[in-house]
């Protein structure tokens, strides 16, 4: 009778509540129970009581163990009602009791799918999620009504309702991708990019279809605000695909974001996708892996490196260089070789090194044996090229106590500098190897000084009717730019004062004036730049050459203004404010117009930004404390004409809080400003399209005084806070 069937029913509801160990015999009890029930005419009693059962969970706020495991309950007998289902024809009309009971169940549900309680709304998603996998064939309107009510749920307060309601409607995803599925994924990507919820979003990462149209949705998460989300991506979701079926960018994205990573637990994943999966998908074979990450441009390489011979010391210790491999060298193996001989000094591995690594004659050998290679190379040489760059990387670790290595290797990079058509990076590897083969900075700056000579000698004579003044001119040219080139590699290394090497006074007055001169911009710009480091050691020339630099940012394009301010602001990091207020020389206020001036060009990004950051660097080494420099700094954070600049935004989120929080006097004068700096944003805030791109000056006024805040600032105890 009716009594019996719902006292029935309900057992089997009481005893699944307790424990999830017994589901399984309950299961069967329950389908035995809807099978008489079937028998006797109470089939739609059966229904009717068993969705009665489920409203009795749907008030259970989360995290009640007892309401998760009836919905884990039902959703194993819905799985075994649909699997245990007799097959039918197709022809015949698909009605029997399990279609019936789960049209029942699933109407029921949606009707407080939408209910104002968010706690129901949440159990009526989780038990859609949890069976909608096992419905077996649902009526279309059914099926259209279940993924109507979804998305808009998707879009719910809540976000456990959000959570549910995407963990459901991501199973009505299709293979196929008709009209109305490529509908249900579009709306997942939207949700992965924009819910506001972490767990949304990692649910939908779980859960969104791995294909050509999702697939850089899914890896874009490797940049999502949350540490989980973006550990996920390496630790799950990359598990299940191939990396070799991504684009050589995306390989290089997704390994850049992930082990420059800020949180440790996202470079750990990441490092365990590469040395781990990414090795597997190319069988174990190092070579090909690094092929696949294109070593001559990559930007990570070197550190994915460091951490596969971190990770994977196994592979490590059996890697074995035999001359036939130095013999054939072409990118990868010279990167791998280079990278395993930067580990072992990094690890002192020096065993490895003297096994592995050639002796300093033998490879002056293989260096010269690729220059010859590169000589005679008719087509493309940048793979030679890299391959000389990354030996002579080597060679400069290598240990020169060998008079003979030594000699040969000066021999070797002496032949290199002075050939034709070497290229910058060549020419800088050799220069920074010179330096470690020659005994002290003045030898080293007389060899390189006697090269430009050598090279200079090579070109044809004023007289000379032989040659057109065409190729006289582009023979100059190569040379003007190959000296340069050399003169800025030698002075990069070069620590003693100018004074004390009159070598470096001729090449200024022979090569370094004439090149800022020059009215071809590249060698104009490389003259500037090799100015600006001559000037960094000697106060005097800074001083007198400030005047030029600040020229070559009013007057010059825009690389030129960019280098210009570089140097302008490590010459006073390096000199101090010294070289200012010199008689006859450039004075403090035509200096702080000039970077006043800078800091406010919105036009180019590049320039905004490498002003901001010379002046930081100026004001946290205490040379500025000009106070509407400081300001203009300020405004220019705030200002919506700097939103689309995140170079500029990135360097003043670091910079401003570390000023304000380093001293009391710093934050002092950031209060002097406060009062006028929030008076003229407000201004431009109120402003027609002010406030785009700004935030309220409510929001601004909360910022500075945080700023100002002495409890805030560093190493200053609260007695002390409390009188400033």
């Known amino acids: 009778n009716l009594g019996k069937l719902r006292t029935a029913i309900a057992q089997v509801f009481q005893d699944a509540q307790k424990s999830a160990a017994g589901h399984r015999k309950l299961v069967v009890t329950l389908k035995t129970i809807q099978t008489q029930a079937e028998e006797v005419g109470l089939e739609q009693e059966f229904n009717k009581f068993f969705n009665r059962m489920i409203n009795r969970v749907l008030p259970v706020k989360k995290n009640e163990l007892s309401a998760d495991r009836v919905v884990r309950f039902c959703d194993t007998f819905v799985r075994y009602l649909v699997f245990n289902e007799p097959e039918v024809d197709v022809d015949e009309d698909y009605d029997t009791p399990v279609s019936r009971f789960i049209d029942s169940f699933m109407r029921h549900l949606l009707h407080g799918i939408e209910a104002k309680d968010k706690v129901v709304r949440y159990r009526v998603c989780q038990l859609i999620a949890a069976t909608i996998n096992n419905l077996g064939e649902?009526?279309?309107?059914?099926?259209?009504?279940?993924?109507?009510?979804?998305?808009?749920?998707?879009?719910?307060?809540?976000?456990?309702?959000?959570?549910?309601?995407?963990?459901?409607?991501?199973?009505?995803?299709?293979?196929?991708?008709?009209?109305?599925?490529?509908?249900?994924?579009e709306l997942l990507k939207e949700r992965l990019q924009h819910d506001p919820s972490a767990d949304v979003r990692r649910v939908i990462l779980f859960n969104l279809s791995q294909t050509e149209n999702t697939l850089l949705f899914l890896l874009e998460r490797a940049?999502?605000?949350?540490?989980?989300?973006?550990?996920?991506?390496?630790?799950r979701v990359m598990k299940q695909i191939?990396?070799?079926?991504?684009?050589?960018?995306?390989?290089?994205?997704?390994?850049?974001?992930?082990?420059?990573?800020r949180d440790d637990s996202v470079r750990l994943a990441a490092s365990k996708m590469f040395a781990i999966n990414?090795?597997?998908?190319?069988?174990?074979?190092?070579?090909?892996?690094?092929?696949?990450?294109?070593?001559?441009?990559?930007k990570i390489a070197d550190i994915a490196m460091e951490t596969f011979f971190r990770m994977r010391r196994d592979a490590f210790e059996k890697i074995e260089f035999k001359p036939t491999f130095w013999e054939?060298?072409?990118?990868?193996?010279?990167?791998?070789?280079?990278?395993?001989?930067?580990?072992?000094?990094?690890?002192?591995?020096?065993?490895?090194?003297?096994?592995q690594i050639p002796e300093v004659t033998k490879m002056t050998q293989y260096v010269e044996l690729y220059m010859s290679a590169l000589r005679t190379d008719k087509g493309d040489s940048t793979e030679l090229e890299f391959v000389?760059?990354?030996?002579?990387?080597?060679?400069?670790t290598l240990d020169f106590s060998d008079e003979v290595?030594?000699?040969?290797?000066?021999?070797?990079?002496?032949?290199i500098l002075t050939e034709d058509n070497v290229g910058d990076k060549i020419i800088e590897k050799s220069v920074q190897v010179l330096r470690k083969v020659t005994v002290n900075e003045r030898d080293f700056s007389q060899v390189l000084t006697e090269i430009i000579s050598d090279i200079q000698d090579t070109l044809p004579a004023d007289d000379d009717q032989t040659i057109s003044e065409t190729d006289r001119a582009q023979k100059q040219r190569a040379f003007d730019l190959k000296s340069l080139a050399i003169c800025q590699s030698m002075l990069e290394l070069i620590e003693a004062p100018l004074e004390s090497n009159a070598l470096l006074g001729n090449l200024l007055d022979s090569h370094v004036t004439s090149a800022v001169?020059?009215?071809?911009?590249?060698?104009?710009?490389?003259?500037?730049?090799?100015?600006?480091?001559?000037s960094l050691l000697s106060k005097e020339l800074a001083t007198k050459q400030l005047l030029l630099f600040g020229t070559c940012y009013h007057e010059g394009h825009e690389e030129l203004q960019i280098e210009s301010l570089k140097i302008i602001g490590d010459l006073l990091i390096v000199h101090g404010p010294a070289i200012l207020d010199v008689e006859g020389c450039v004075d403090s206020l035509s200096l702080f117009r000039l970077f006043y001036k800078a800091i406010r060009n919105s036009e180019s990004h590049e320039v905004q930004a490498t002003a901001a950051e010379a002046l930081c660097k100026l004001f946290l080494a205490g040379v500025i404390k000009e106070e509407e420099l400081l300001k203009a700094i300020v405004m220019v954070y705030f200002h919506h004409d700097s939103s689309e600049n995140h170079a500029l935004r990135q360097i003043l989120n670091f910079c401003l809080p570390v000023y304000a929080y380093s001293s009391l006097e710093n934050q002092k004068r950031i209060a002097n400003i406060t009062v006028d700096s929030l008076r003229r944003l407000t201004a431009i805030y109120e402003e027609p399209d002010g406030s785009d791109g700004m935030v309220a000056p409510t929001q601004m006024l909360q910022q500075l005084l945080e700023w100002t805040d002495p409890l805030r600032s560093v190493g200053i105890d609260t007695q002390e806070a409390a009188k400033s």
């Open 405 to 415: 290595g030594r000699r040969k290797m000066l021999s070797l990079l002496r032949n």
């Open 242 to 261: 191939d990396f070799r079926l991504l684009t050589i960018s995306d390989r290089e994205k997704i390994m850049q974001w992930g082990l420059r990573d």
């Open 388 to 396: 000389v760059e990354q030996l002579l990387i080597i060679c400069e």
């Open 138 to 185: 649902v009526e279309d309107e059914l099926y259209e009504a279940l993924k109507s009510m979804l998305m808009r749920r998707l879009y719910d307060k809540e976000p456990t309702v959000r959570v549910q309601a995407a963990l459901a409607i991501s199973r009505l995803q299709s293979d196929e991708e008709d009209g109305n599925d490529v509908k249900v994924t």
């Open 517 to 534: 001169r020059n009215y071809d911009p590249i060698i104009r710009e490389r003259g500037v730049r090799c100015l600006g480091l001559l």
């Open 328 to 355: 054939n060298l072409s990118a990868e193996p010279a990167f791998l070789a280079r990278a395993y001989n930067d580990f072992c000094i990094q690890e002192n591995l020096m065993n490895n090194l003297d096994e």
């Open 278 to 298: 990414w090795i597997k998908n190319t069988d174990n074979n190092l070579i090909e892996l690094l092929e696949r990450l294109d070593v001559l441009n990559s």
């Open 223 to 235: 940049r999502d605000v949350h540490p989980t989300n973006r550990r996920s991506v390496y630790s």
